[in-house]
DNA sequence: TTGGGTCACTTGCAAAATGATAGTGACTGT
DNA sequence: ACAGTCACTATCATTTTGCAAGTGACCCAA
């Protein structure tokens, strides 16, 4: 056989796409930062079915993305908001919206603007070292043992 | 109703996922850029039931990210290449890799290291505009009329 | 020249996920 | 008491995924 067969076990990027890797899930993290965090709110932007919903935002906590709150008793109310791990995950959100809207940006489409500069945000993939765009420099990959 | 009740067909992320949206596609453009750019490669590397990877071949290359290339007539052999956006899209994975590594780290992972310092590689998400991470400023969403 | 072996798939069918629709329980406000 | 909102669950049809087996083009070795 090749040189390495299946290295799902030790790809990160398999590590990150099982707790988020479907379009229902982002779709939910982006409207949770939107400020939509509660099910009806959730449910009417996104068009989707109520079942659904819950299956994705079980997952989600459970994944570690988001945590519900109950902030009101009674009427009993309840919330869904970020965690760390959810929070973090944001920027890949903006990066992707970035690529599509050049690659499938027909028609008018939202954006984030810096709130103190006004100016559109370009969200771009960087070496956090050399500070140079991912695919501007070559890499090498490392593999373990 | 609330501020704005669904707008899907304005959201870039939406369109973005609406193009690479699940799990394989992304492995798929995560194993051509490592170099398995053929189709046995692919399904053992990723353990993916062949027709399921036609379907995915399929659509990433009606998406525009792969493109089918016949290398050799006889015997008839086939190897997709990633196209310009399937390229712009790889950064998107390093940066999902890195969110991975750190949310979902167990066990040894594998690695990009810059070929030419040697560095582990730390993919972040910044403003092209300000150089700073996404996250770190206050941000502002701006929607269409 | 027959007989395996590889590559790149397709076909058929079972299992799982998704989606539409209806309904439920806790409340609130009139 | 009765309509209305919120946050769901339950049921069932549809769609997608996944497994296993098979197919056609070709190559290489006996």
Same mark, same amino acid.
């Given at each position: 056989?090749?040189?390495?067969?299946?290295?799902?076990?030790?790809?990160?990027?398999? #590590?990150?796409?099982?707790?988020?890797?479907?379009?229902?899930?982002?779709?939910?993290?982006?409207?949770? !930062?939107?400020?939509?965090?509660?099910? !009806?709110?959730?449910?009417?932007?996104?068009? /989707?079915?109520?079942?659904?919903?819950?299956?994705?935002?079980?997952?989600?906590? *459970?994944?570690?993305?988001?945590?519900?709150?109950?902030?009101?008793? #009674?009427?009993?109310?309840? *919330? $869904?908001?970020?965690? %760390?791990?959810?929070?973090?995950?944001?920027?890949?959100?903006?990066? /992707?919206?970035?690529?599509?809207?050049? $690659?499938?940006?027909?028609?008018?489409?939202?954006?984030?603007? %810096?709130?103190?500069?006004? *100016?559109?945000?370009?969200?771009?993939?960087? %070496?956090?070292?050399?500070?140079?765009?991912?695919?501007?420099?070559?890499?090498?990959? *490392?593999?373990?043992?």
């Amino acid at each position: 056989m090749g040189t390495q067969e299946n290295n799902s076990g030790t790809c990160p990027v398999d #590590r990150g796409l099982m707790r988020v890797g479907d379009r229902w899930s982002m779709l939910v993290l982006r409207d949770i !930062e939107r400020g939509l965090t509660r099910y !009806e709110q959730l449910r009417t932007s996104l068009g /989707i079915a109520p079942n659904i919903l819950s299956r994705r935002l079980s997952a989600l906590a *459970e994944a570690g993305l988001i945590a519900k709150n109950r902030y009101s008793a #009674r009427p009993p109310r309840d *919330e $869904y908001l970020l965690t %760390d791990a959810g929070r973090d995950f944001l920027p890949i959100l903006m990066a /992707i919206g970035a690529w599509g809207r050049k $690659y499938n940006g027909g028609g008018a489409l939202s954006r984030h603007l %810096d709130a103190e500069t006004g *100016e559109a945000v370009r969200p771009v993939v960087v %070496d956090a070292n050399t500070g140079a765009p991912i695919g501007s420099r070559p890499l090498r990959m *490392e593999y373990p043992d």
